[in-house]
């Protein structure tokens, strides 16, 4: 069964320190997509990034960079030197395409969300 | 260009009473997609459509029913609210296949006493 966990469920940092948000996913597919969506206190859902499974290359966006390892099926996300504004719930989410493959539309399987609070 | 929006933003029903909660978007989007949202529950999806008049079942669907007349509308309809419907839904919206983002609306927070 597809399942995604964020075993964090609250992280509490202060400004400046770095922070690993961690995403461990479940498949049965070779190929697979996996999402990173913020959720600011506003309330909206901020897509991050997306990495395919084929695609084991770390990304560095800013302070935002992800490590993706299939041998340990994670895909955690690190923020350097945390800023009140990252204070948020991120959510790591997974999507296979074989379920596109009989037209099942691309389904989002999020994890439970992992609530960051940086202090000043 | 608005992306995707959702009506109402905020609504109480008393259990028993109907509704119906209206997502547009303006992106030329094949996929619409309803969640849900539960503390401690990340996002769980009710219905989601994959064109214009069609409509499939998500992972939490009893409750709900969903229409997708037009391509660029996604209605969710409760017909006998329940207090277990309290919730934040969320509707989303992406061009065609599973790799792709979704772009999300704001959410309508929903009471039901």
């Known amino acids: 069964a597809q399942k995604v966990t964020q075993a964090q469920t609250e992280i509490s940092v202060v400004e400046k320190e770095d922070v690993t948000l961690d995403c461990v996913y479940e498949t049965r597919d070779t190929t697979y997509y996996l999402f990173w969506y913020k959720q600011p206190p506003s309330g909206e859902l901020v897509f991050l990034i997306r990495r395919n499974s084929f695609d084991e290359q770390n990304e560095i966006s800013g302070r935002y960079s992800w490590n993706f390892q299939k041998s340990t099926s994670s895909f955690n996300f690190t923020i350097t030197a945390s800023q009140v504004v990252d204070s948020a719930v991120y959510f790591c989410?997974?999507?296979?395409?074989?379920?596109?493959?009989?037209?099942?539309?691309?389904?989002?399987?999020f994890g439970q969300g992992t609530e960051l609070s940086v202090k000043p | 260009n608005a992306g995707v929006t959702q009506t109402p933003k905020f609504r109480v029903l008393k259990t028993g009473q109907s509704m119906t909660l209206l997502c547009a978007q303006d992106?030329?989007?094949?996929?619409m997609y309803w969640y849900r949202q539960d503390p401690g529950m990340g996002l769980r999806l009710i219905h989601y459509s994959v064109g214009e008049g069609t409509t499939a079942k998500g992972e939490v669907p009893d409750g709900y029913n969903v229409s997708r007349l037009k391509k660029q509308n996604f209605l969710l309809g409760l017909e006998s609210a329940a207090p277990s419907q309290t919730s934040v839904y969320f509707c989303?919206?992406?061009?065609?296949?599973?790799?792709?983002?979704?772009?999300f609306g704001p959410g309508t927070r929903l009471t039901v006493t």
């Open positions: 989410a997974l999507s296979e395409p074989t379920l596109m493959i009989y037209n099942q539309g691309g389904k989002l399987i």
């Open positions: 989303a919206s992406t061009v065609q296949g599973s790799s792709r983002e979704q772009y």
């Open positions: 992106m030329n989007h094949e996929y």
